[in-house]
C-alpha cells in the first residue's frame, strides 16, 4: 500500500477508475462469450495516427490498471485487465486491439495470455515476446462461443 500513498489526487482517482474497470470487466467475462464482442481480428493492422494527449492517456491507462488490479480484493488477470484497459481507452475514442495468443514453447498444459495493444503500445499483458497472438483467419461465423 506504500505506492497508494505516494501519488498524487489525479493518480489516485485513476486508480480507483481502474478498480471500478476491473469489476466490470470480472463481471463480463463470467456473463457472456467474448469472442465475437472482444477479441480483435487482426492485430497486426496499421494504426491511425496518434496524438500527443491520446499517447499519454494509454501511457495513464495502462500505469492505473496494473495498479489497481494488484490491491484489488478479486483476481484480475490479463483478460479482465485488458478488457477494463479497453473500456477506458474506448471511452477516450483511443482505439485498442486485445489479442489472445499461447507461448512460442509448448508446456506440459495448456497455457493462453491476453493482452492489449493501443497505438504499438503493450497497454496490459507485459511482456509478451514468449507469447504468438491466435491467428485471426477463420471468420467469426466459425469462431467458437
Not at 500513498?5 to 467474448?34: C, F, G, H, M
Not at 496524438?51 to 496494473?66: E, G, K, M, N
Request: glycine share 4%; with cysteine; charged share 20%.
Amino acid at each position: 500500500m506504500r505506492v497508494l500513498r505516494k501519488i498524487t489526487p489525479r493518480r489516485l482517482v485513476d486508480v480507483a477508475r481502474a478498480a471500478v474497470l476491473l469489476a466490470r470487466a470480472r463481471l463480463q467475462t463470467r456473463q457472456e462469450s467474448l469472442a465475437r464482442s472482444v477479441v480483435s481480428r487482426d492485430p497486426q493492422a496499421p494504426w491511425p495516427p496518434v496524438t500527443t494527449a491520446q499517447s499519454s492517456d494509454i501511457d495513464r491507462v495502462a500505469w492505473a490498471v496494473a495498479v489497481a488490479a494488484r490491491y484489488v480484493p478479486w483476481r484480475s488477470d490479463c483478460l479482465v485487465q485488458a478488457l477494463a484497459a479497453r473500456a477506458w481507452l474506448a471511452a477516450h475514442g483511443i482505439e485498442s486491439r486485445l489479442v489472445i495468443g499461447v507461448p512460442h514453447q509448448r508446456g506440459d498444459s495448456f497455457e493462453a495470455h491476453a493482452w492489449l495493444l493501443s497505438h504499438g503500445v503493450t497497454v496490459t499483458g507485459g511482456n509478451i515476446t514468449r507469447y504468438a497472438a491466435f491467428p485471426t483467419a477463420l471468420p467469426p461465423e466459425n469462431w467458437i462461443d
